[in-house]
């Protein structure tokens, strides 16, 4: 084998591994509380994670009425969190790309996906 194909080689079986090992790690879950305030949009809830008071308003709100971006999830419910940023998470439920706040995370819930 040439010399120069040998670090391409090398590097495609390191892609290769990493790529398996990652995908063989299972995503986390967490549990949500009941009436969660869920929203669709990363923008509308990150907006909304840097001050608490406009989250109070935006609830109450979508506790009026759904809006087009934010919603009250009912029941409690388990969800494979994605990723996990300041003062929100962004998680799969039922095939769909929400997000929520920390504070609707159930306690215990962020610290058990860490192992």
């Given at each position: 084998?040439?010399?120069?194909?040998?670090?391409?080689?090398?590097l495609c079986i390191a892609g290769f591994t990493?790529?398996?090992?990652?995908?063989?790690?299972?995503?986390?879950?967490?549990?949500?509380?009941?009436?969660?305030?869920?929203?669709?949009?990363?923008?509308?809830?990150?907006?909304?994670?840097?001050?608490?008071?406009?989250?109070?308003?935006?609830?109450?709100?979508?506790?009026?009425?759904?809006?087009?971006?934010?919603?009250?999830?009912?029941?409690?419910?388990?969800?494979?969190?994605?990723?996990?940023?300041?003062?929100?998470?962004?998680?799969?439920?039922?095939?769909?790309?929400?997000?929520?706040?920390?504070?609707?995370?159930?306690?215990?819930?962020?610290?058990?996906?860490?192992?």
């Open positions: 084998m040439p010399k120069f194909y040998r670090p391409l080689s090398l990493t790529a398996f090992t990652t995908a063989a790690q299972p995503a986390p879950t967490v549990s949500l509380s009941a009436n969660s305030h869920v929203c669709n949009a990363e923008a509308e809830v990150a907006r909304l994670a840097a001050n608490e008071q406009l989250q109070e308003m935006a609830r109450a709100l979508v506790e009026f009425k759904a809006t087009k971006y934010c919603f009250i999830l009912p029941v409690a419910a388990t969800v494979t969190m994605l990723e996990q940023q300041q003062g929100y998470i962004k998680f799969d439920y039922k095939s769909q790309v929400l997000y929520t706040f920390d504070k609707y995370v159930l306690p215990g819930a962020l610290t058990a996906q860490t192992h």
